[in-house]
């Protein structure tokens, strides 16, 4: 079990280095005297989130879900567009030039626009999470879909192989480990849109939270729910990590014993 | 009785931005069932292209390639093809590798599995059945590759310089067992090599090819005895023959020795 002794001795040091953070934090703030409006200490926030943890579950329910709603609808529509994209020259050639100058819209302005069409319920949130998580599923599947020897489309050729059957048994499972790069960088994405939809309209969600404690000067609050957020992003994140090393135990990254690494995921760095 | 394969005055061009590019030269020779022919050459000859025009993988430009009688437009029915690389599916076990050609004619694999299993095991593959890829060296890996396409019993099995990458003794051994498979199955092979010696050991005819354009220098028949122990290639007759395409290939100015 060396994989566990790694992962065990990596989550000790984590475990220690907030433990130790976290001290800091509140020995500071406890010896500055700072107000707690400006920076609330950890144990105040502990202290609210202890007050009210029903109400922070609720929200957090209703962000996680519009999250996960807009990624289900984003990896499914990505994808199959990527398929589209790949498989057809009109558009291949829309969405090379477009995809790029749609890419580059902050798609944050757009969520107003959302709230014009849609009211203000869910559906504007859900859409604007597919909006922003969408573009990083594509890419990397059209990439991934692409980037296909040569000789093993002509294997599928020399069988006589129809077109859906190349597709399923050879281009997409060859595509799959790009499409869970892009899956990474998207459901990181998602919660940023979840997070934005909540803040432009709605009375629900963390997003809500966040912007009405701000109008009271609830510091602690704002924080409270600023962990949830993070936690709420690291437990998805390595949900999909989880979801990869299940579905690509073949795959050159999963074959080591390695456990899921966010900046070796995210491609941001090499260890 | 009329030939297996019948190429007849193929042409093949490239067009290209510039000028169009010439690829293969009025090709025309017939391959008889049940017979093991090389196409030998330099690369640059047009050597895997042919290959993949008898296939269907790529269109010609002139003349008329058949096939059991029938005209090369796509694939022919029942083909068995290996590649320089062994382009096994990294996500599949070796078993489900060579049960894969059968997935994507559309049949059930499930009653091919022991026929699978039978092929690997012949090829020294039985412990390795449901390892990946990745766990395999190259020359297990092209073995890997060969039993799928032996899988569905090929009439017609087309190599594309599959040991070209293997190392020099991996090489010998898969000479041996390929000569073997052919022995005991008598399938019509076409096996492309720019090796002179893999050439004149494994087949009972060799079309010696030369380039700028790609075309027919020689076609020798290689009357050697059917069985060929690794031996055979210190014989004095073996030699003859590799003697002989070196001087061919020297002739052409494709080999500057001396």
Redesign the interface.
Known sequence: MRNWWIRSERLRWLTLILVGLLGLWEISVWVTGVKSFILPAPSHISREFASAWGFFIGHAAYTTGTTLLGFAIAVVFGVAGAIGIVYSKVLNLLFSSLLVSLNSVPKVALAPLFVIWMGTGVEPKVAIVVMIAIFPIVIDAVMGLKSI?P??L?????????AF??LW??RF??A?PSIFSGMKVGISFALVGAIVGEFVAGSTGLGYVILIAQGNFDTPRVFAALLLLGLIGTVLFYAVDLAESLC?P???SQ?ADQQANPVAALGLGTR | MSPFIRISHVDKTYESRRSPVKALSDIDFDIAQGEFVSILGPSGCGKSTLLKCIAGLEPISGGRIEVAGIAVSQSPENLGIVFQRDVLLDWRTVLDNVLVVAELQGLDPRPLRARAIELLRSFGLGSFVDRYPWELSGGMRQRASICRALLLDPQLLLMDEPFGALDAMTRDELNVELRRTWTETRKTILFITHSVTEAVYLSDRIVVMSRNPGRIAEIIDVDLPAHRPLSTRGEPDFNRYTAHILWVFSSMGIIKGD
């Open positions: 020897d000789d093993m002509n294997l599928s050729r020399a069988c006589r192989a129809s059957k190349t048994k050879i499972p060859n799959l690509l073949w795959h050159v074959r």
